[in-house]
Every structure is written in C-alpha cells, then in structure tokens.
C-alpha cells in the first residue's frame, strides 16, 4: 500500500493562495492517476481535481475551476493543488489520493484505493 502524506494547508485569508502537497511512497507514483478530495464540516468528502498518471490530462470540480491547478512532479513522487482565489467555502480538510493504474483520473471516490491523512484548509472572510 502507497503511503501519501500531504503538507501545506493553514489559515489564509480570502483572496490569498496556498499550494498543496502529497508526496508519495514508491516507485510506482508515475504510473498511477492522482486526485484531491476535500471534506467540510458536517459534509460528505467531495472532488476537487484529478490528474492523469501522464501528466497530460487533468479535470476539476466545477467550483474550484479557473482558480486550482493540479500538478505532479513524478521525480519527486509529489502531486500539488495550487490554490489561488481562496473562498471561505473552500475550508475543509484536503486530501490526495492515488487513482488507477495508467488511469486518466475521475471523480468517483471509488476509484481511488489510497488515501493520506489530510491537511486542514481554513479561509477567513
């Protein structure tokens, strides 16, 4: 089992930017899809974007479209959520996940087998 640890949450204000990161145990990081799921309080873990184990297709939640970018740097095992615009609805604990093998990347939480333990986003108006 992959072990991902993610890094770079905090407390920002709205409008300001933060990037996340995962890194990943393994050799076999480049080969798998990679995504960010985030949860709120009182409400159900949802998607945020994916990224293909290429590199070269990504896909976001509609509100988090234009303003997160989603990377991965397969020499440093690590995928990143750049997060610029920043919203108070977007506090929640962040998590990555790895998806499918040579997988484009999806939304469904169900195709996603590994999970890190979260880092916790909080956005003051």
């Known amino acids: 089992q992959v072990q991902l640890v993610e890094s770079g949450g905090g407390l920002v204000q709205a409008g300001d930017s933060l990037r996340l990161s995962c890194a990943a145990s393994?050799?076999?990081?480049?080969?798998?899809?990679m995504g960010w799921f985030r949860r709120a309080p009182g409400t159900e873990r949802e998607f945020v974007a994916a990224?293909?184990?290429?590199?070269?297709?990504?896909n976001y939640a509609d509100s988090v479209k234009g303003r997160f970018t989603i990377s991965r740097d397969d020499a440093k095992n690590t995928v990143y959520l750049q997060m610029d615009s920043l919203k108070p609805e977007d506090t929640a604990v962040y998590y990555c996940?790895?998806?499918?093998?040579?997988?484009?990347?999806?939304?469904?939480?169900?195709?996603?087998?590994?999970w890190g333990q979260g880092t916790q986003v909080t956005v003051s108006s």
């Open positions: 393994g050799r076999t990081f480049r080969t798998y899809a």
């Open positions: 990224i293909s184990w290429s590199g070269d297709s990504t």
């Open positions: 996940a790895r998806g499918g093998f040579l997988s484009r990347g999806n939304g469904r939480d169900a195709s996603y087998d590994s």
